[in-house]
């Protein structure tokens, strides 16, 4: 079973719909992230957590929000979707001890039509 | 600003050759950690290797190395005895964690290896 699991792993929405992208792990990590991926850019840092009562906004938080339920579970929120929100998103998870490397998930294709 | 930066966008190589992917970064903070990951075509990211700022010696891991160049800010990638399996984007990154935490991934490299 994977380590980090992501649903749905594809999704099409139309503008002005409310959207979740949920995110589960069992590798007992404390750190959680939420990054989107589009062509060109790279990968860029939406949200992190780095435990159940602690959220931070990263690098492009406008029009996102998170919730993190429980230490496995962190959700990603478009209150109301639009199209230049398309993109690849992924969740990653990261021990506070070590090398701070980061293990994904497979990824959620949204399209916002 | 920190900033992450790959000035190759795409690269090709024999099977079974040696290839070096360039990254140079930019930052004002001394402690630091730079990774690269790999993007195959299923879109799983999966952590190629991985190097702590203050060490000088160059992280190794089978087939792939780095060559840390702290003063020149630079972390180039190595691989070598090219596989097929190889092919994918690969991404530099590093992490800072006094003060704001910041991971700043570079836009990528996309490799094919050659049959």
């Known amino acids: 079973d994977a380590d980090v699991t992501q649903t749905p792993r594809n999704r099409i929405t139309k503008t002005g719909k409310r959207i979740m992208l949920e995110c589960s792990q069992t590798?007992?990590?404390?750190?959680m992230y939420w990054y989107r991926q589009d062509p060109g850019l790279g990968l860029r840092l939406i949200y992190y957590?780095?435990?159940?009562?602690?959220?931070n906004k990263g690098e492009i938080s406008d029009g996102y929000s998170v919730s993190r339920q429980a230490q496995a579970k962190f959700s990603l929120s478009l209150e109301s979707a639009i199209p230049n929100q398309t993109a690849l998103y992924f969740c990653?998870?990261?021990?506070?001890?070590?090398?701070?490397?980061?293990?994904f998930g497979p990824g959620t294709r949204l399209t916002v039509t | 600003a920190q900033t992450v930066t790959q000035s190759q966008p795409e690269m090709s190589v024999q099977e079974a050759e040696t290839v070096t992917l360039s990254c140079t970064y930019d930052?004002?903070?001394?402690?630091?950690?730079l990774f690269w990951y790999k993007q195959p075509p299923s879109r799983q990211m999966i952590l190629v290797i991985r190097?702590?700022?203050?060490?000088?010696q160059n992280a190794t891991e089978n087939r792939f190395s780095v060559n840390f160049q702290k003063a020149a800010k630079s972390f180039s990638l190595k691989i070598s005895d090219s596989q097929l399996g190889d092919t994918a984007m690969y991404f530099c990154?590093?992490?800072?964690?006094?003060?704001?935490?910041?991971?700043?991934f570079g836009t990528g490299t996309r490799l094919k290896v050659l049959a």
């Open positions: 990653a998870t990261s021990s506070a001890r070590g090398y701070h490397e980061q293990y």
């Open positions: 590798k007992g990590h404390d750190r």
């Open positions: 957590s780095f435990d159940v009562k602690d959220i």
């Open positions: 930052t004002s903070e001394n402690n630091y950690y």
């Open positions: 190097q702590e700022a203050y060490k000088q």
């Open positions: 990154a590093f992490s800072i964690h006094s003060g704001t935490y910041k991971y700043i």
